[in-house]
Each structure stands twice: as C-alpha cells, then as structure tokens.
C-alpha cells in the first residue's frame, strides 16, 4: 500500500465535492413579523393584486420568513403526522398544496423577498445571496429532451423545483430514456452544500410520490426540505 497523502489534502478533496461542509446560515434578527408579512403580501399583489395572506397560508408564510431570517424558532410540519415541529435553517423546503393554492407563487415571492436585505448563506469559504431561480419541472426535462443533459441544475447551489410531479414519468434523449427529476432529486441529496426548494400537488408522504420516484429520493427528500402543506380553494379564480 502506498504513502497516505496529506491528511488537509483529503480534507479539502472532500469539501471541494460539498460532501461535509454544508450550508452555513446567518441569523437575521431581530425582525417585525408584522413587517415582514406586510412586504411579503405586497410582493404577492405585484403580481396578483387579489394576492392575500390568510389563515390558510400564514403558518407557511411566517416560517418561509423565519427560515429566510435564520430564526431558530422557525417550524414546519412532520410529512406523516402534520404534527408542528421544529424546523431546520440548513434543510431546504417542500411545499405541497393543491392545483392553483399558491404553492408555487411562494417559491417565487420569498425569492423576491430575500433580495430586499440581500440575504446571504456561507457555502464553504464563500458568502452567497439566498436569492434562487424557480424553473418548473417540466423544463428541466424538456432541457434533458433538447440537450441530453441538465448538468446545470445539478451545480446551482440554491434552487427552486416548481411542480414536482407534474412533468414526464420519463424523457428520452438519443434513445436514452431516464426519469430526469428523479436523478435529479439523488443526485442533490448526496450534496450538504446545495439546498433545494420545491413545489408539489404530491404530499411528501404520499404514496404516489414514492411509486414515482422510489424509496430512495423518498427518504431524501425528508432529509433535504422542511414540510409545508397550503390547502384551500384555487386562487387563481379568487
């Protein structure tokens, strides 16, 4: 057996491949909920002016600010039970809802709201604006389709999935026929340096979800986002 290299050099091998290092988060505090609710809805309304924040959505709306802010007291739900439960500042978000219940638009709006104090992550010796970019799921496999690839989601650091569950079970590139989200979902889980935010029609737990895309993102996808759930009628026809 050879000459062990460098102990730092292995070490540093290991960060550069976002393995260990994880995402550091920044305490923003103290903040005005009322405040920050305030700016969130008016974020809303510049794109639908019937845009409102009410008891259906405000549990998900204050904890999207909570874990944008890096509050400690930020909580989301348990996939199986819905029970409220403490939630983690590293992990990403899923948030599951209805056809036209506004799940979506709140990728959208907290992507806009963290841009308001420039909000920034550490990912291993560099600062990063919180800020991400939302792509639906169907374009991401339109890209493979296209392309043959969607390498670049792979690499973004911070990204948004809207509609997870309503694209292709399969998309086929030069004969080459692979479920793009569902690799897309493993390859992610295996990085503590990427955070991954998304949408569904899908609850975490559900059965279809796991048909689809396998035990394996399943579990990931517990370990990766905090659970959100927004009921209530289509917003689009309010």
């Avoid at 260990?20 to 700016?39: C, H, K, N, T």
């Avoid at 639908?48 to 405000?58: A, L, V, Y």
């Avoid at 604006?129 to 374009?139: K, M, V």
Wanted: charged fraction near 30%; aromatic fraction near 10%; charge should be neutral.
């Amino acid at each position: 057996m050879g000459k062990i290299e460098n102990m730092s050099a292995i070490l540093d091998r290991i960060k550069k491949r976002g393995l260990f290092q994880g995402v550091g988060r920044f305490q923003y505090l103290p903040f005005d909920m009322e405040l920050a609710i305030e700016l969130v809805e008016g974020i809303g309304k510049e794109r639908n002016p019937k845009f409102r924040i009410d008891d259906e959505n405000r549990f998900t709306y204050e904890n999207l600010i909570r874990w944008v802010h890096g509050d400690t007291e930020m909580k989301c739900l348990n996939p199986e039970t819905k029970e409220i439960i403490s939630g983690r500042l590293n992990s990403g978000i899923y948030i599951a809802g209805n056809t036209g219940s506004g799940k979506s638009w709140a990728l959208e709006i907290m992507a806009a709201y963290t841009l308001i104090y420039n909000f920034q992550i550490q990912v291993g010796e560099n600062k990063r604006c919180l800020y991400w970019s939302n792509f639906r799921s169907d374009t991401i496999c339109d890209e493979y389709t296209e392309q043959g690839s969607f390498d670049k989601y792979k690499k973004i650091y911070i990204i948004g999935i809207q509609d997870l569950g309503a694209e292709p079970v399969e998309s086929m590139y030069m004969g080459n026929r692979i479920s793009v989200l569902k690799n897309l979902m493993e390859y992610r889980g295996d990085f503590t340096d990427k955070i991954t935010l998304i949408s569904s029609n899908l609850p975490m737990s559900h059965k279809a979800l796991t048909d689809r895309y396998g035990d394996r993102v399943s579990s990931r996808l517990n370990e990766m986002c905090n659970y959100f759930e927004i009921k209530g009628k289509d917003r689009r026809k309010i």
